[in-house]
């Protein structure tokens, strides 16, 4: 099947804002970002199981929201459906009818509790592309033929979440780099933030490994050890631009690259 897509990003840096738009408004909308239980995750949680959703935002004014689901909370059932990750999660809430009143089961600070949510329709447009969505703001940009694959990462080392351009050529040309991850948002304070690295770059290197995936980026942070000080090196406006980037503090080991998806 071949779609059209206008895209964006809703990305400030350089000027430059860019929107993906395979959803449309009035699809049906929970508002929350969410990741896959690791084991890791499931005993630091004190979890049962090593199943469910770990929320890691809820947008403002959002159903999610307004039903009292918190960042941290970890989406246990949906609608009476036990929940196993976040592919299912995402399918559920899509196919929820707007309107419909929904129980969601939640485990929050050891306890599990359940919280009821009515599912609106979605505002805007949104990245959909197997099951990851993400809601952008509109402008006018060049038409993309074909599906559009993203996936979602988040350092909380470095401060940045990014999504690889390795299989996306048409989007890569336009940011001017041939492959790299694109710089969805900066963490506040983060040692990004304060090397100067702007949602919108392109992360082409870390010190003199070149990078095209979020687990590369990964693999290249946990190679520096305790080195506290390397360059990122960033597209911005189709140059090339090497940041200094300190490490005030490692705090242990890197955790591993998850995806991280919005369901609708």
């Not at 609106?120 to 703001?137: L, Y």
């Not at 048409?170 to 983060?190: D, H, M, T």
């Not at 003199?208 to 406006?237: M, P, W």
């Amino acid at each position: 099947m071949k779609l059209s897509f206008g895209f964006a990003m809703a990305f400030l840096a350089a000027g430059l804002s860019a929107q993906v738009t395979v959803q449309v408004g009035g699809s049906s909308y929970l508002g929350i970002g969410v990741a896959d239980i690791t084991a890791e995750r499931a005993k630091a949680l004190n979890l049962k199981e090593e199943r469910g959703a770990e929320v890691t935002n809820v947008t403002q004014d959002s159903p999610a929201a307004k039903a009292g689901i918190k960042e941290g909370d970890v989406v246990l059932e949906y609608d009476g459906a036990l929940v196993h990750g976040i592919e299912q999660l995402t399918r559920l809430v899509r196919e929820t009818p707007v309107g419909r009143e929904v129980k969601i089961a939640v485990w929050r600070n050891g306890a599990a509790q359940t919280l009821t949510a009515t599912i609106e329709p979605r505002k805007g447009a949104a990245i959909r592309s197997n099951g990851f969505n993400i809601a952008v703001p509109s402008i006018g940009l060049p038409a993309i033929n074909g599906p559009l694959r993203f996936f979602a990462w988040q350092s909380p080392v470095l401060g940045i979440e990014g999504e690889s351009l390795t299989s996306e050529e048409q989007l890569a040309e336009f940011f001017g780099v041939k492959e790299g991850v694109l710089v969805k948002s900066v963490g506040k304070n983060s040692a990004a933030e304060k090397a100067g690295v702007k949602a919108g770059d392109v992360v082409v290197k870390v010190d003199d490994t070149t990078v095209s995936t979020s687990q590369a980026i990964t693999r290249a942070l946990r190679a520096l050890g305790s080195k506290k000080t390397f360059t990122v090196t960033v597209v911005r406006n189709k140059k090339e631009i090497p940041l200094t980037v300190i490490m005030e503090e490692r705090g242990g080991a890197i955790r591993p690259g998850e995806p991280v998806r919005e369901c609708e």
